[in-house]
Structures are given as C-alpha cells and as structure tokens.
C-alpha cells in the first residue's frame, strides 16, 4: 500500500480470514479498502453440527429477530440461521456474494429479504460474532442455550419423563400438585407425563418452542 500508486478500493478475503486476521481488518479499515468475503456457508454454518452450542445460539438470535420483525410488522415469515450471520456482515459494512443453486435460498439470502431482518443489538451482535469464531474454528461455546420448559401439575401429582428417539423412557422428577418443575431442553424433544396414582392416565408433549424461549406446559390428568 505505501508503494502503489493507486489504492485498491475493495478486497476479496475468505471469512476465516475475517474472524482470524485482526491485523488485516485493521489494516484495511484504515486504509479505507472495502472488504468482501467468500465461504462464508461452508465455512461458519457448515460446521454447525459440529459446535452445536454456538449453532443454538445462532438459533436463539435469528429466533429473537423473528418476533421484532413480526412486532414491527415487518414482512418476514421466518429468519433463518443463514440471514443471521449475512445480516451481521452487513451491520459491520462487509460485503458478501453467498452462492447457491436452490432458489428458495437465493430469495431468503437476497438483499431484499436481508433488509427486512431488524438490525441486531449490540448484544446480539456480540453473541453472533462469538458464535461465527466457534464454529469457523470449530471450538464450541462452553454454554448452551436450550428451551425452557416449565411443568405444571395442576390437580394431581406426577411423574415426568423424558423420551429418547427410541421411545425409551427417562425420569425426570416428580411434581407435586399445585407446583411446577422447570426443565431446560432441546425443540422437539418429547415428555411423558403420568398420573403418580394411575398410570394408565399419561400425556406426552412435544416442545414446540424455539432456542431461547420460555414454554408452559399445563398437566391436567
């Protein structure tokens, strides 16, 4: 940059480079470069089943992003993960081309559907930008965030349990009539609740909610 005679107006530089590369970042901001990156997809949420924690809280923001747009009356029916870590791009100045063959993904990831996202807080910028470094360099977050779940028992006392893919049951505590038990878990998992006196009376729930939620159940056998 000292010796060239004309300075570059943009630079292409892969996301890891981004998230790892400081001295570049700074390097270019001062020098007023604009920055664009590529493997942004593969590189952050194509490894996302590998950092479940940091996914999740991905998960939580785009979940978080959802109910302002909608309390803003903003035409956006779902935010995915992918429009999460795009629209954190954006909000830092970054520009992005993501590439993809399924149309349904184009129009989700298009400037247009991008500009309906609320912009996050700086909180939840926060908590992206350590989500992104987590997966990228495929170091989880030490701390998940899940749904939480509160059990009422409201006229009788029951035993709760958890049910695994195979259907096989877990116990998880008893609740005494009139209380509740709370219990952080995973969207879709499923609970078994039965009547501590009759267990032929039961009800199984499936949690509906999404990362970063709160949901009552009501138990009424």
Do not use: C
Request: glycine fraction near 4%.
């Amino acid at each position: 940059l000292e010796t060239s005679r004309t300075a570059p107006h943009l630079t292409q530089i892969n996301v890891w480079s981004l998230i790892n590369d400081p001295p570049l970042i700074d390097l270019l901001n001062r020098s007023g470069i604009h920055i664009q990156v590529y493997n942004v997809m593969n590189g952050i949420l194509g490894n996302a089943f590998k950092n479940p924690k940091a996914h999740h809280h991905v998960l939580m923001i785009a979940n978080q992003l959802e109910q302002e747009a909608a309390k803003n009356g903003k035409p956006v029916d779902r935010v995915y993960a992918a429009q999460v870590v795009l629209k954190w791009l954006m909000q830092f100045g970054i520009s992005v081309i993501p590439r993809t063959s399924n149309l349904d993904r184009l129009t989700e990831n298009s400037a247009v559907a991008l500009m309906n996202v609320p912009d996050m807080t700086q909180d939840q910028l926060e908590i992206v930008g350590k989500s992104m470094n987590a997966m990228i360099n495929n170091q989880d977050l030490e701390e998940d965030v899940k749904v939480k779940v509160r059990f009422h028992a409201k006229k009788t006392d029951v035993f709760l349990y958890w049910m695994s893919a195979h259907n096989e049951e877990e116990q998880i505590a008893y609740i005494e009539a009139g209380n509740f038990y709370e219990e952080q878990t995973h969207p879709g998992h499923q609970f078994k609740l039965y009547n501590a006196y009759d267990p032929d009376q039961y009800q199984t729930f499936s949690i509906h909610g999404r990362y970063g939620d709160t949901q009552d159940i009501h138990v009424d056998l």
